[in-house]
């Protein structure tokens, strides 16, 4: 299995790209039985600002008037203009990765990269890791002593201010052999924490992606059809 690489965005603080291909790749070695191929983590958000740039030099020019100035320019001896490449857009939402998910569908990229890699099952999608703030009344559970110093727990409602992160990850998975996306599986977590707790972004990171490893590990299963083949459940 090819742990290929993520197009991830949200905070700034925490590699999503590198630190989810790295944690896949770590948890599927210790609790799956796939051969787990070790290689540097591909390049995706290169990749797609490159192909769009490529269907746009390849998109029709319908416009006279720059048709005309592109003219006047040869005629001074100048030429065509080269493309200017396009600087990636930061990925604060997720509408932002829109305009870069077509790259999973790039049947003939992910096919050389199965041949690269011996045609194995390839994990990729995109990984959206955010700040989030929320707050409202909360009930929490708070200890009580009466006149003859009995204990008791009652609760207590409060207005409170809580601060976290929002991890929405999307694994697909693609065919080594043909390039095609075979299953795609969205997930959603989020943690909040009182808004005095500082919590490292990357301890929030890790205690999320937690809690959907097993969801994630279930969505694979090892069986033996004319050989060893991986398959989607």
């Known amino acids: 299995m090819l742990v290929a690489g993520f197009i991830a965005g949200g905070t700034d603080d925490v590699d999503g790209n590198l630190e989810t291909t790295r944690l896949l790749r770590s948890q599927l070695r210790t609790k799956s039985e796939l ?13 797609a600002v490159e192909e769009n740039g490529t269907a746009a030099e390849k998109a029709p020019k319908n416009d006279p008037a720059a048709e005309g100035k592109t003219e006047g320019k040869e005629a001074k001896g100048e030429g065509p203009q080269a493309a200017t490449p396009e600087k990636p857009a930061a990925i604060k939402d997720p509408k932002d990765l829109e305009p870069y998910e077509h790259v999973f569908a790039d049947v003939e990229y992910w096919k050389k990269i199965g041949e690269e890699y011996q045609n ?114």
């Open 120 to 233: 194995p099952l390839i994990v990729t999608g995109t990984v959206m890791f955010t700040p989030h703030a929320r707050s409202g009344i909360v009930q929490r559970e708070e200890e009580v002593y009466d006149s003859f110093g009995r204990r008791r727990v009652v609760p207590v409602r409060t207005y409170m201010e809580r601060k976290g992160y929002i991890l929405q990850p999307k694994f697909i998975f693609i065919d080594g052999r043909t390039g095609a996306v075979m299953h795609s599986e969205n997930f959603r977590e989020e943690v909040l924490y009182n808004a005095n707790q500082s919590t490292p972004a990357l301890s929030s990171y890790f205690e999320l992606m937690d809690r959907l490893i097993p969801s994630f590990l279930s969505t694979l299963s090892s069986q033996k059809i004319k050989g060893t083949r991986v398959l989607l459940q």
């Open 35 to 47: 051969r787990v191929i070790d290689t540097d983590v591909l390049p995706l958000m290169e990749v």
